[in-house]
């Protein structure tokens, strides 16, 4: 008999939005994975993100993960561009591999896309751990850093993580090495989470690159990345999720007929 898939959904909330409960609820995820993860900076570093997506098991109303937005504008070649900035993720262990918060983001930054049809959109991303990192290099084709060095177009996006990392964090970024190191009281990843073993690392060059670029993930240094959101890049997503659920539902029709 095949197990059901827990029922869930993801929605943006503005920041405004998000009641006290729900930032406890938040905070009790948050702290189940991190270290150094206290409710008060917790909160503080809430209040600076434009909205945050909540993921809830709808059949036991409860937040199983979410993620946080906040949208700044950038300049990339002299010319003015949008930066979505992507922060603290977390989804509990439970509901990892789904799609819901995936396809929440892609919805929002098409809106955010066609509000700015005239400017590039940048998704920038900070990675303590690989599950960050594979979420942009399996889904934007664009992006940097990138196993494709010699691809012009995934180079040329350095300037953006330089200008991004300078703006938000000077005094954590180390330009030279492309790092983010907020010291030792920073909330890093708890040691069974997100752990890399040497299959892992024999099989996926993307997890080799992280593992390279930012060696001491482990006590919370997290890796700069940037991605172009572009149309090309929201079809090609949408196209892929659209494959990944035939496949699913291929796979589950012939185990029901064996």
């Known amino acids: 008999m095949i197990a059901k898939s827990p029922r869930l959904s993801c929605k943006f909330f503005a920041i405004n939005q998000v009641s006290v409960p729900m930032l406890i609820e938040m905070h009790t995820i948050f702290n189940n994975y991190y270290e150094n993860a206290d409710l008060d900076t917790f909160i ?29 504008p950038i300049t990339y070649k002299g ?3 949008i930066g979505v900035f992507s922060g603290d993720t977390i989804v509990e262990e439970a509901y990892w591999g789904n799609k819901a918060m995936h396809t ?14 005239g400017a590039k959109v940048f998704w920038l991303l900070i990675s303590k751990g690989y599950k960050t990192f594979l979420l942009m290099t399996n889904n934007v084709p664009v992006h940097y850093p990138s196993i ?22 000077p005094y954590a970024y180390d330009e030279k090495n492309q790092l983010l190191d907020f010291g030792d009281n920073y909330h890093a990843l708890k040691s069974h989470v997100a752990t890399i073993s040497p299959s892992m690392r024999a099989e996926n060059r993307n997890i080799q690159l ?35 659920r035939r496949k699913v539902r291929a796979e589950k029709f012939g185990k029901s007929l064996a």
């Open 44 to 72: 503080l570093d809430m209040s600076k993100k434009s909205g945050v997506f909540v993921l809830k098991d709808l059949t036991n109303k409860r937040i199983v993960g979410f993620s946080t937005w906040t949208e700044m």
């Open 79 to 81: 010319e003015q561009a």
């Open 104 to 117: 929440a983001f892609a919805l929002q930054a098409v809106k955010t896309k066609l509000k700015n049809r």
């Open 148 to 169: 494709n060095p010699d691809n012009q177009r995934n180079a040329d996006l350095k300037e953006v993580v330089d200008t991004y990392c300078k703006a938000l964090y």
């Open 210 to 244: 992280f593992e390279r670029l930012n060696p001491t993930w482990q006590r919370g240094t997290e890796l700069p990345c940037v991605a172009e959101i572009s149309l090309d890049c929201i079809v090609f997503f949408f196209k892929k999720l659209m494959f990944g």
